[in-house]
């Protein structure tokens, strides 16, 4: 549990290690990947993506929303995290026999044969991952990310040379399935190495049902929002050529390294860290105001550079093959802009209790991630991604104005404390983008644009005199004088 007293401490030393593993072990992912991609080819992804909707479901079950019940918990007792760690194994098995006999059916629906080994090989993954799930919560908890930077990365390092050995060697979309086993194999394992904590020989339904009024709410939330997140995979492996969803995939995939693996750094360190003061509103809306302009100096510029420069990175490193998912990697880091506020709002929520509004907000957004999928289908994948910005933005506002109400922080408020960060982004983006015109398809292009956005943007925060950047400067100081 985190000291309330040494709270903005905690945050910052947990916001560090959370970005090294972050960024670390995904970075790790990412540069394999990248490799990955050069070698395989457009339908190799698309098999893949006709099975993420798989894999996200049963990672969400797992769980059932325990692990964040264990979190919100003030002091939870060893029979409680031994209880939920029995129950995660349990499921992960029934999940695993409930995916192997589904097989067929999926296949049948795609026509795609190949389906039904993937499937059944890459569920093995539920039961790895059961067994390192308690280890995970009681790291985030603490909001001690050191471990699993270590691990994760670790884990990363050795899936990835497994699959680009095998990517070599003809195996296609089995490379990509075995680095997701690997990596979680090995993951677990220093967790269990490295980590002092060990079950007991105790199970206790009461203790399940006590976290359940908490965590089944966020369980049926988090279903609807992966089941209905990965539904474009499902819509476009079924209704557009296995080629067009492997661009949109690979696409996909390369906007979540920097978007949704930047969130998740704040996302992981704001929950334990809000839940400390969850009975203080005034320091929890302070907290929130923090977290929102720190989020936004940081995945702001992120995601304006990388639409700037797309067109570049697409073909220096993946290829000039992949040139044609540039669009779509485009307009899916738009929808980060909006997503990025709904993940922190919702955390928000979650420290206050109030499951039933999150799921009231998933309910809604889902139902008009619906509507526009029949909508928009009928134009293509870009059509199909500019309606999902528009529900990105209207989920944003909705959730936002429910933030307003817990702890008095106001949608007008929220717009004017990242307004000067929006700004300063775009007009980076005016000029990167100008640039990037000027420039050929070249490594050493690429990194003059960086370097040119990170110039551009630094300056921008220090004529606006931007906090972020002196308590950025002041970290660094106190970190060296440490060491």
């Given at each position: 549990?985190?000291?309330?007293?040494?709270?903005?401490?905690?945050?910052?030393?947990?916001?560090?290690?959370?970005?090294?593993?972050?960024?670390?072990?995904?970075?790790?992912?990412?540069?394999?990947?990248?490799?990955?991609?050069?070698?395989?080819?457009?339908?190799?992804?698309?098999?893949?993506?006709?099975?993420?909707?798989?894999?996200?479901?049963?990672?969400?079950?797992?769980?059932?929303?325990?692990?964040?019940?264990?979190?919100?918990?003030?002091?939870?007792?060893?029979?409680?995290?031994?209880?939920?760690?029995?129950?995660?194994?349990?499921?992960?098995?029934?999940?695993?026999?409930?995916?192997?006999?589904?097989?067929?059916?999926?296949?049948?629906?795609?026509?795609?044969?190949?389906?039904?080994?993937?499937?059944?090989?890459?569920?093995?993954?539920?039961?790895?991952?059961?067994?390192?799930?308690?280890?995970?919560?009681?790291?985030?908890?603490?909001?001690?990310?050191?471990?699993?930077?270590?691990?994760?990365?670790?884990?990363?390092?050795?899936?990835?040379?497994?699959?680009?050995?095998?990517?070599?060697?003809?195996?296609?979309?089995?490379?990509?399935?075995?680095?997701?086993?690997?990596?979680?194999?090995?993951?677990?394992?220093?967790?269990?190495?490295?980590?002092?904590?060990?079950?007991?020989?105790?199970?206790?339904?009461?203790?399940?049902?006590?976290?359940?009024?908490?965590?089944?709410?966020?369980?049926?939330?988090?279903?609807?929002?992966?089941?209905?997140?990965?539904?474009?995979?499902?819509?476009?492996?079924?209704?557009?050529?296995?080629?067009?969803?492997?661009?949109?995939?690979?696409?996909?995939?390369?906007?979540?390294?920097?978007?949704?693996?930047?969130?998740?750094?704040?996302?992981?360190?704001?929950?334990?860290?809000?839940?400390?003061?969850?009975?203080?509103?005034?320091?929890?809306?302070?907290?929130?105001?923090?977290?929102?302009?720190?989020?936004?100096?940081?995945?702001?510029?992120?995601?304006?550079?990388?639409?700037?420069?797309?067109?570049?990175?697409?073909?220096?490193?993946?290829?000039?093959?992949?040139?044609?998912?540039?669009?779509?990697?485009?307009?899916?880091?738009?929808?980060?802009?909006?997503?990025?506020?709904?993940?922190?709002?919702?955390?928000?929520?979650?420290?206050?209790?109030?499951?039933?509004?999150?799921?009231?907000?998933?309910?809604?957004?889902?139902?008009?991630?619906?509507?526009?999928?029949?909508?928009?289908?009928?134009?293509?994948?870009?059509?199909?991604?500019?309606?999902?910005?528009?529900?990105?933005?209207?989920?944003?506002l909705a959730s936002s104005i429910y933030v307003s109400k817990l702890v008095g922080y106001s949608?007008?408020?929220?717009?004017?404390?990242?307004?000067?960060?929006?700004?300063?982004?775009?007009?980076?983006?005016?000029?990167?983008?100008?640039?990037?015109?000027?420039?050929?398809?070249?490594?050493?292009?690429?990194?003059?644009?960086?370097?040119?956005?990170?110039?551009?943007?630094?300056?921008?925060?220090?004529?606006?005199?931007?906090?972020?950047?002196?308590?950025?400067?002041?970290?660094?100081?106190?970190?060296?004088?440490?060491?």
């Amino acid at each position: 549990m985190i000291e309330s007293n040494n709270l903005k401490g905690a945050a910052a030393k947990g916001l560090f290690w959370s970005a090294t593993e972050r960024f670390g072990a995904q970075g790790i992912q990412f540069v394999m990947g990248i490799f990955l991609t050069r070698i395989l080819n457009t339908s190799d992804y698309g098999l893949l993506g006709m099975i993420l909707i798989f894999m996200a479901v049963g990672q969400t079950l797992i769980d059932s929303g325990f692990g964040s019940a264990l979190i919100w918990k003030k002091n939870p007792s060893q029979t409680d995290y031994s209880s939920v760690f029995y129950f995660n194994i349990s499921v992960s098995f029934i999940l695993y026999f409930l995916f192997f006999l589904i097989a067929p059916w999926v296949a049948r629906f795609y026509d795609e044969p190949r389906l039904v080994d993937l499937i059944r090989v890459v569920s093995l993954n539920f039961i790895i991952l059961s067994f390192s799930l308690i280890q995970q919560t009681l790291l985030q908890k603490r909001v001690d990310f050191k471990l699993m930077a270590f691990v994760n990365s670790g884990g990363s390092i050795v899936g990835g040379i497994v699959a680009l050995f095998l990517a070599l060697k003809g195996f296609g979309v089995w490379s990509i399935v075995w680095q997701i086993l690997i990596k979680s194999l090995i993951t677990s394992l220093f967790l269990w190495i490295f980590s002092t904590w060990r079950p007991m020989a105790v199970f206790k339904f009461t203790v399940l049902k006590e976290l359940f009024g908490y965590g089944s709410k966020l369980t049926v939330a988090g279903l609807i929002y992966t089941v209905f997140q990965n539904l474009y995979f499902n819509i476009i492996g079924k209704l557009f050529p296995i080629e067009s969803l492997g661009l949109y995939t690979r696409a996909s995939q390369l906007q979540d390294f920097p978007v949704k693996t930047g969130v998740s750094i704040f996302n992981r360190v704001v929950f334990p860290v809000f839940a400390t003061i969850q009975d203080d509103n005034g320091r929890l809306k302070n907290a929130v105001r923090k977290t929102y302009r720190s989020m936004v100096f940081v995945m702001f510029p992120i995601i304006f550079i990388l639409i700037a420069i797309a067109d570049q990175m697409m073909v220096v490193l993946l290829t000039e093959k992949w040139l044609p998912a540039s669009g779509y990697f485009k307009l899916l880091c738009l929808t980060g802009l909006f997503y990025i506020f709904q993940i922190i709002n919702y955390e928000i929520l979650k420290t206050k209790g109030k499951l039933g509004w999150v799921l009231q907000l998933e309910m809604i957004s889902k139902s008009l991630l619906v509507i526009n999928i029949f909508i928009t289908y009928r134009w293509g994948i870009s059509a199909i991604i500019w309606g999902q910005i528009g529900v990105n933005l209207i989920a944003a506002l909705a959730s936002s104005i429910y933030v307003s109400k817990l702890v008095g922080y106001s949608v007008l408020l929220q717009i004017r404390d990242v307004s000067v960060y929006f700004i300063i982004s775009v007009t980076m983006y005016f000029v990167i983008a100008f640039l990037a015109g000027y420039f050929s398809y070249s490594w050493l292009s690429l990194v003059l644009l960086l370097f040119t956005a990170l110039f551009f943007y630094t300056l921008a925060g220090i004529i606006f005199k931007l906090e972020e950047l002196t308590e950025i400067k002041s970290f660094i100081k106190q970190y060296t004088r440490k060491k």
